[in-house]
Each structure stands twice: as C-alpha cells, then as structure tokens.
C-alpha cells in the first residue's frame, strides 16, 4: 500500500506564493513518476504538474506555467509544487499522485493523496 499525504495549502492573496509538499510512504517503488492535479469547484480535475523519478523530464499546464514549478527530493520520497504569483482562479484542492510515467492524464496514476485546499483572495 502507498500513501500519499500532501500538504502546504492555505489562504493567500493574489500575487503571493504558496509551496505544497507530497510525501509518498508505504510499499513505494523505485522509479515512480509524481504528479499534481487540481480540482476548483463545479470543475473537473485538471492537470497542473507531472516530473519523472529523476527529474529529467517535467511538464507543466499552461494556464500555470511560469508560475508554478515542479521538483522532488527522492532521498525525502517528497515531491513539491512551488506556486508563484498565485492567482485567484489557481484556487482548488491540489492533489499529489503517483504512477509509472509522468504523464498529464489521471488514468495513468495509481496512488492518489486526499488533497490540500489552495485559496487566493483578491
């Protein structure tokens, strides 16, 4: 079993800077890939971030790109998203995954965290 546990999230004006932090526990497997994904309310889940186990390829969203970036410490089994110049549409519960690829569809991940809620007041 693999847990995943994000945190970092919270209340934060728009045009500040919040950096959210997964830590990946349990029966974990070399290689994995890491994810983020975020859901805004009456909306569908959507990709933000994904970087493979060496951090050799990233991608990020367009709509956060510039802004956000990705990163990981596999010696902490901890993955990040640093969100910049935060936006009040950036407001959602982010969700961490796991999986084999980095990849931007949510099929393609195995292990989900609960999510932190992510709020920026203009």
């Known amino acids: 079993q693999v847990q995943l546990v994000e945190s970092g999230g919270g209340l934060v004006q728009a045009g500040g800077s919040l950096r959210l932090s997964c830590v990946v526990s349990?029966?974990?497997?070399?290689?994995?890939?890491m994810g983020w994904f975020r859901q805004a309310p009456g909306k569908e889940r959507e990709f933000v971030a994904t970087?493979?186990?060496?951090?050799?390829?990233?991608n990020i969203a367009d709509s956060v790109k510039g802004r956000f970036t990705i990163s990981r410490d596999n010696a902490k089994n901890t993955g990040y998203l640093q969100m910049n110049s935060l936006q009040p549409e950036d407001t959602a519960v982010y969700y961490c995954?796991?999986?084999?690829?980095?990849?931007?569809?949510?099929?393609?991940?195995?292990?989900w965290g609960q999510g932190t809620q992510v709020t920026v007041s203009s």
């Open positions: 995954a796991a999986g084999a690829n980095p990849a931007m569809t949510m099929r393609q991940y195995v292990n």
């Open positions: 349990g029966r974990t497997y070399r290689g994995y890939a």
């Open positions: 970087i493979s186990w060496t951090g050799g390829i990233t």
